[in-house]
């Protein structure tokens, strides 16, 4: 016990002189320093630094408005209504993340990350020796500009229009987007009016098209053409065999996306969730029904897959077929009554063969073989005399 003890006093006594040893303080320095940015009123931003020093120093964020009768003052994790959140870590140096949301015109200025491992930095009395080092990063919040998105169909085309009302920054080109993926872009055009022409349907081309417009930060804009659900079944008519699972699947690829998805058997009986032999499951864009142990009597037939979403219904029919077990059976039946027949035929056909050769030999005189023997050895005695 006391031996144990003493053990661990040494260990720690060498781990406290170690630290000395190799500790030597070094003031704070950073690392990584925030980065100036512009932003769209409402947007957030988000400011990182970084420091080093022993011991690990503490970090502080700082800010001053643009305002010339403003002041510094710190922010705390929670400050200006919640819309300021701080997270810093303290491992093997110090980082800090501050993020702003729901920016506005006020929050334009210097904010300020300041580090410092000097024992007293908190020490009210003695803050003039204090060091803290600082590092500035600048915001500034622009007024976030309308865009105003519509569109119109006409002879199988969809034009999509943006238009953006007078921006404080300098357009410098435009482009239009799909989801990820980029449909159209005009660079150094510097219109506020723009159009995107698709050709087909609004039943073909529903979605969220985005325009974006190249000003310094950008402005995006959306145009949303929305449709009831367009269903279509993966199959539209399905097989199964009687006692297996039947899955019949439909699905909706149009925006807005589905809300509910409900299933009907051809007498418009709403098909229930987990009765009898019944499971759904829907996932967004696609439902699935699943029957188990078909039954040729109770479940052929068409069943319907109704999707709704906020612009009304839309349905696809599936119909299914339930063959009997022996049906599976068919095939292979088959394939051994076809086997059976040709051992027949071929059983025949040799049987008939030999008095016919014989006939042969007697004809033409120069048949190779006047042997009698079984067929076995009368092939071998052919390949030698190929040979
Ligand atoms: C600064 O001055 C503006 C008017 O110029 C006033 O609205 C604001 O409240 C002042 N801010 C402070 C912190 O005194
Ligand atoms: C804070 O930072 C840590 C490490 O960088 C990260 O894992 C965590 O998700 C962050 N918390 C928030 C609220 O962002
Ligand atoms: C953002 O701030 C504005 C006022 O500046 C407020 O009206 C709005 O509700 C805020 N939005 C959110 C999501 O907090
Ligand atoms: C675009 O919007 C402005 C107002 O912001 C309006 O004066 C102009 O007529 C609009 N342009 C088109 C083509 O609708
Ligand atoms: C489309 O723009 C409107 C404002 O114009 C916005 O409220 C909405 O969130 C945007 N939708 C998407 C999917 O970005
Ligand atoms: C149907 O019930 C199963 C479990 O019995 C469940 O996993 C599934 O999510 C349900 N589907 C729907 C559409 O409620
Ligand atoms: C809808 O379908 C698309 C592609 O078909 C897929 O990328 C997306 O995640 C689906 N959405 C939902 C909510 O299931
Ligand atoms: C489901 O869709 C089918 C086919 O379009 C339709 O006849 C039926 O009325 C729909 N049922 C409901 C309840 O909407």
Redesign the pocket.
């Known amino acids: 016990m006391a031996a144990g003890a003493d053990v661990r006093c040494a260990v720690l006594a060498l781990l406290v002189l170690g630290l000395l040893a190799t500790g030597g303080d070094a003031t704070a320095g950073f690392i990584k320093s925030p980065l100036s940015q512009r932003r769209l009123t409402q947007d957030s931003v988000e400011l990182h630094c970084e420091a080093v020093g022993n011991p690990i120093p503490e970090i502080q964020w700082w800010f001053e408005g643009n305002e010339p009768n403003e002041t510094s003052a710190q922010l705390w994790d929670g400050a200006w209504q919640d819309r300021v959140k701080i997270n810093a870590t303290y491992n093997l140096h110090s980082t800090s993340t501050i993020y702003i949301a729901n920016l506005s015109s006020d929050d334009s200025g210097t904010y300020e990350c300041r580090a410092s491992n000097d024992p007293d930095r908190n020490h009210l009395s003695k803050s003039p020796k204090v060091k803290w080092i600082r590092s500035q990063a600048n915001v500034l919040v622009i007024e976030r500009p309308v865009i105003i998105g519509q569109y119109s169909s006409s002879a199988g085309k969809l034009i999509l229009s943006c238009n953006i009302s007078v921006s404080d920054t300098p357009i410098k080109g435009h482009k239009w987007m799909l989801g990820d993926k980029t449909l159209k872009v005009e660079e150094g055009s510097s219109a506020s009016y723009i159009t995107y022409t698709i050709e087909g349907n609004e039943e073909e081309h529903s979605g969220v098209y985005e325009c974006i417009y190249e000003t310094n930060p950008v402005a995006k804009g959306n145009v949303s053409v929305e449709v009831q659900p367009q269903v279509v079944a993966y199959k539209k008519s399905e097989h199964g065999n009687e006692g297996d699972t039947g899955v019949l699947t439909c699905k909706s690829l149009s925006y807005p996306p589905v809300k509910t998805w409900?299933w009907?058997k051809s007498d418009?009986t709403?098909v229930v969730n987990g009765s009898d032999r019944y499971i759904i499951k829907s996932t967004g864009n696609k439902t699935e029904l699943r029957i188990h142990k078909l039954s040729i009597e109770q479940d052929t037939g068409d069943y319907?897959c109704?999707a709704t979403n906020s612009w009304g219904?839309g349905?696809a029919?599936v119909n299914l077929r339930v063959r009997s077990r022996l049906a599976a059976l068919w095939p292979f039946l088959g394939i051994v009554a076809e086997v059976l027949v040709l051992v027949t035929i071929i059983f025949i056909y040799e049987k008939r063969r030999k008095p016919d050769e014989v006939l042969d030999d007697d004809d033409g005189g120069s048949a190779p073989l006047k042997s009698n023997a079984t067929n076995h050895k009368d092939k071998n005695v052919r390949q030698r005399n190929a040979n």
């Open positions: 409900t009907y418009q709403p319907y109704n219904p349905s029919t």
